[in-house]
């Protein structure tokens, strides 16, 4: 079966934008920027930024060093793009992934933000899993709880 194209002038479905050729394009989807989906990542990103630059900070002997400096604005805006695409992702998920996916992004951030003071690497593994349990749980059950 054929579609035949719109003819120029006719009536068209309101809010959908019209190509050059006349005919309708998806809607693009834009970033609200009060959405708490994307300023909250963007607060947590200069928080934790600051926090990786504060401890890799102490762990120097108290000098402010250019490493730590930018190991706290890499370490942030990682942190940042990566909140931002789970909140934006997430939705999409089930219970299970999306919990999965906050808790590998929990344990991962934790568990490195652990390791720069300068314990062992299985103390910091052991404190990111037992982090990532705890939010991978309760993200699940949150989810579980409000899906339709």
């Not at 942030?76 to 695409?85: D, K, M, N, S, T």
């Not at 089930?94 to 300068?118: D, E, I, M």
């Not at 314990?119 to 899993?129: D, F, K, M, T, W």
Request: some cysteine; glycine content about 12%; hydrophobic content about 50%.
């Amino acid at each position: 079966m054929t579609h035949a194209a719109p003819a120029p002038g006719a009536p068209r479905t309101p809010g959908t934008p019209r190509t050059a050729a006349g005919r309708h394009r998806a809607p693009r989807a834009t970033i609200d920027p009060r959405a708490s989906g994307t300023w909250i990542p963007v607060l947590a990103g200069i928080v934790y930024g600051f926090w990786i630059a504060g401890i890799s900070r102490d762990a120097a002997g108290y000098q402010v060093t250019g490493w730590n400096i930018l190991l706290g604005f890499v370490s942030g805006i990682l942190f940042a793009a990566v909140a931002f695409g789970l909140h934006r992702a997430a939705p999409a998920l089930r219970a299970g992934p999306r919990a999965l996916a906050w808790a590998v992004f929990a344990g991962l951030a934790f568990g490195f933000c652990y390791s720069q003071t300068g314990h062992s690497v299985l103390r910091s593994s052991g404190i990111a899993l037992a982090v990532a349990f705890g939010v991978g749980a309760t993200v699940y059950y949150h989810t579980y709880v409000n899906e339709d």
